[in-house]
């Protein structure tokens, strides 16, 4: 059945009529709405929900079977896929590849995958002694776009005060040829070890950037092969020792965007911070799936978070969600959290290929706290547009090397300013001075955390991969494909093409001409 007809979707439009005012936010609200799990605790309290609210989204929950289908997909069911219709038809299976822990999913799709995942790592272990015994490398560009990108990125940054210090790493994205100077400018190619990574192999950015350093190397005097490591599926372009040193792989079934516990992040995690380090990570992720899996309860804490959201966007009408972590590690994984949520939801045909009547994801963005409070926060506290945020905390700072100024250290004063922030926003402030009202009702949530520590991460990680995924199971979409980005990549290589054969600027009209 579609969201709109499901009897607990009824039941919330109702209760949407008269949402909790915030205004009343008291320590026993707070108490009462918090949940904890794997070294998080999920407070929501500044949430416009009531307890009929929480129960209703729960059968919600129930009713669209959310939970089996975390099961499902954790088992390797095939669910990326649009029924009646040509489709990605696989797996969805990024859990597998940190499934060798305590209680590895028992299914035979989700074991041969995990075995597979598994040897990677393996091999990766090897991989990293060898380097490590050579010592010639202290540079690593990581070439690769989207999902090869965000997430490794996101993760290595977060772990960066954990690397070594002799140790740089580049990431080379974007197909802007000054972005390629810009890298070139930062690297002696003779120290630099490049990492090219595309699941596909394809991506148009991703094969010119490595043709462009490949070059590089070789005017330089440098044999690319001793230099470069790919990392994509069996079979890609990319999978070929003649060119590379090591081939890494993963598989059709991980998503890009779900791929940062896979070979796309392991590499540059592990060469940066130490395979230790990536190991915690990986199990950090790995109990936050089994999480996932803990059934339809608030300990579920993806599952709760998926239904704050959903409160918030199908029944309170928000358009756009802000993540906002006051860590300044996680600066980067909003950007991260962008892509993951947005290229998974932002979807509009169920996964029959009927067009919704519903919203489906948000508009997600994000910036770190403080500074994000001296840049939009005016108007998320008195803008026209609501714009509900999910905050991310963590009680003590990454290494535990705090600095006292005026009688408080700075993380006191980090995390004093977040509480601050979620207050301020709930409860408003009344003036005779209009311009200094605040409305307040202004929606969050935070996840907050002891540490981030590399099991923190991993856990924060999988926390909102299952979330988005939940989501997308309640909504009935397919949250595994992305459909939305083939067009404007096709009309590109006809652009391109038009540029071949014309040798100057080919204007828009010349490309509309010949359609
Ligand atoms: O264009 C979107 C996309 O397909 C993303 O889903 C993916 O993360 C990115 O491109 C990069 O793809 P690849 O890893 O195959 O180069």
């Not at 026209?384 to 963590?394: D, N």
Request: aromatic fraction near 10%; include cysteine.
């Amino acid at each position: 059945m579609s969201f709109s007809n499901l009897k607990a979707t009824k039941h919330l439009k109702k209760l949407a009529e008269s949402p909790f005012n915030l205004k009343e936010l008291s320590p026993e609200r707070i108490a009462k709405f918090s949940a904890h799990n794997c070294g998080y605790k999920l407070l929501y309290a500044a949430e416009r929900i009531t307890e009929e609210v929480e129960i209703a989204l729960f059968e919600l929950a129930n009713e669209s079977r959310a939970h089996e289908k975390m099961l499902q997909m954790q088992q390797g069911a095939i669910i990326n896929k649009i029924e009646g219709y040509p489709s990605e038809n696989r797996e969805v299976l990024h859990t597998a590849t940190r499934d060798f822990f305590e209680n590895p999913i028992k299914n035979s799709n989700s074991i041969k995958a995990a075995s597979l995942a598994h040897a990677e790592v393996e091999k990766l272990k090897s991989f990293m002694k060898e380097i490590d015994q050579e010592n010639r490398f202290k540079c690593l560009i990581q070439i690769g776009i989207g999902g090869s990108y965000l997430g490794p990125q996101a993760h290595y940054e977060a772990l960066q005060l954990f690397g070594r210090k002799d140790r740089n790493v580049f990431f080379l994205a974007n197909i802007d040829p000054d972005e390629v100077v810009s890298v070139l400018q930062q690297v002696d190619l003779s120290e630099t070890l490049v990492l090219v990574v595309s699941k596909t192999g394809t991506t148009l950015e991703t094969s010119t950037n490595e043709a462009l350093i490949r070059d590089h190397l070789q005017r330089s005097g440098l044999n690319p092969q001793e230099h470069m490591v790919s990392i994509s599926m069996p079979g890609s372009p990319l999978d070929n020792p003649k060119q590379f040193r090591a081939c890494f792989h993963i598989w059709d079934w991980i998503g890009g965007r779900y791929s940062t516990t896979s070979m796309v992040g392991a590499v540059v995690i592990a060469w940066a911070c130490g395979f230790d380090i990536f190991w915690e990570f990986l199990k950090g992720a790995n109990a936050m799936d089994k999480v996932a899996l803990q059934g339809s309860s608030k300990e579920n804490l993806p599952l709760l978070a998926a239904l704050l959201g959903i409160w918030n966007r199908n029944f309170l009408g928000h358009a756009s969600l802000a993540i906002i972590p006051y860590s300044q590690a996680l600066r980067r994984f909003p950007a991260h959290i962008q892509q993951l949520d947005m290229e998974s939801n932002g979807k509009h045909v169920d996964q029959r290929g009927n067009l919704v009547d519903f919203e489906t994801g948000p508009i997600i963005w994000g910036e770190p706290g403080t500074s994000a409070q001296h840049s939009f926060f005016q108007l998320l506290h008195q803008g026209s547009t609501i714009v509900p945020i999910e905050f991310i905390g963590f009680a003590n700072s990454q290494v535990q090397q705090d600095f006292v100024f005026k009688n408080s250290s700075s993380q006191q004063k980090l995390l004093a300013n977040l509480f601050a922030q979620m207050i301020a926003l709930a409860t408003g402030q009344s003036s005779d001075n209009p311009n200094q009202q605040f409305s307040g009702n202004r929606p969050s949530h935070l996840i907050l955390g002891e540490k981030l520590s590399p099991f923190a991460l991993g856990a924060l990680l999988a926390f909102y991969e299952h979330k988005i995924a939940f989501q997308g199971f309640i909504w009935g979409i397919n949250s595994f494909d992305q459909e939305g980005v083939q067009l404007g990549k096709k009309i590109a290589d006809k652009i391109i093409q038009l540029f071949q054969k014309q040798g100057h600027y080919p204007l828009a009209e010349a490309y509309l001409k010949e359609l």
